[in-house]
């Protein structure tokens, strides 16, 4: 029986040129806050790492801050533009309905910690945010608001959403966008979207897993959430991990994929799935969408059900939402897309990556009968 994996919107394999880097920087010495020989070449090598990844994502180097992860970058944007906004007396933060739980769980802190008044965007049943209901809120109540978190594409669905609208509207108040989906699979520029900060992570588009990048504007400077050496701009103290992040920009330099070929391989999953299970619905079927996700709901099926099921027939796929102490929750996405609690929990994310192949798909578009016919006889049971 095959091995299928269909979860690369959670983590993807390495790829070559991101493991040979990296395994070449791991047995080089160095600390690059040293001034002495080996601390400077280690410097020198995290610099060249910091262009490269400043010239694929069309910022300068001085943008690039590195951090731990994507939930990192999200956390250090939001919070900090927070704190710097409210210093000027703005006290609101606009988030959009659908962003990822590393938006909205420090959205939700800010207000209960501090004084924070959250809003959120909501989506239309096509998972676009509604840029009328952001304007009328900007004309209404501008100069309140210290932050607009609106992500580039979505995790579950795949959807891109009108980031560079979001800017127009937004005027000077700062916007922040949490790009980890989109860097590598749709075309992306930090400088022709305006945004003041946006969010990256590795693991997504062929690298190492555990960093990432905050991109923020030479000219703000916000307060840190870790303190200590002052590396990083003096916004994120930590002795740089080098071996990771010139593992990160080799997978940032490197193809990661054709994402035309992946839309045709994506394509050929959708159109063999509707026609085994024809009540299946994809979400977002009608929005501009990421090449590599696909979000489905099966009527009548419990997507944890799906999951194991699917797992035992060897593919790996996802709920798409987050679990609590193991219970899947309804995705927050698909409810603010419209769904019942019932249908958002009837879907799964399925999502291709550049190791991906037409076999894969149609292994799982097979299998896929038999799951649903368990799955709704599980789900009456
Ligand atoms: N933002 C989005 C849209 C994501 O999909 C993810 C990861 O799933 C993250 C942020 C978090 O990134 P990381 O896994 O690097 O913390």
Known sequence: MPSIYLDHAATTPMVEEALIAMTAQL??????????????????????????????????????????????????????????????????????????????????????????????????????????FLKE???????????????????????????????????????????????KKTPLSFNELGVYAMSLSAHKIGGPLGIGALILRRTIEIPALLHGGGQEREIRSGTLNAPSIVGFAAAAHSKYYDAKQVAALRDSFIAGLVTHIPDATINGLASDRLPGIVNVTF?????????????????SCSTGS??????????????????????AQSSLRFSFGATSTYADCDYAVSVLPDVITRGRAANLS
Not at 93 to 108: G, R
Not at 322 to 343: D, F, Q, R
């Open 27 to 132: 047995a080089r010495l160095g600390n690059p806050s040293s001034l002495h020989t080996h601390g400077r070449a280690t410097r020198k090598t995290l610099e060249d790492a910091r262009e490269v990844i400043a010239k694929e994502v069309g910022c300068l180097p001085s943008e690039v801050i590195f951090t731990a992860s994507g939930t990192e970058a999200n956390n250090t944007a939001l919070k900090g533009l927070y704190w710097q906004g409210r210093d000027n007396g703005r006290h609101v933060v606009v988030i959009s309905a659908i962003e990822h739980h590393a938006i909205v769980d420090p959205a939700h802190w800010l207000q209960e910690h501090e004084g924070a008044e959250v809003i959120a965007i909501p989506v239309n049943t096509d998972g676009v945010i509604e840029l009328e």
């Open 137 to 183: 809120l900007v004309a209404a109540r501008g100069n309140e608001i210290a932050v607009i978190s609106v992500m580039h594409a979505n995790n579950e669905t795949g959807v891109i959403q009108p980031v560079r609208a979001v800017v127009e509207i937004a005027g000077d108040i700062p916007v922040h966008t949490d790009a980890v989906q989109s860097f």
């Open 299 to 315: 009527p009548g099926t419990q997507s944890d059900t799906l999951l194991l099921l699917m797992d035992g027939q060897k593919v």
């Open 322 to 343: 987050a679990c609590s102490a193991g219970v899947h929750e309804a995705s927050h996405v698909l409810l603010a897309m419209g769904h019942t609690h019932v249908t």
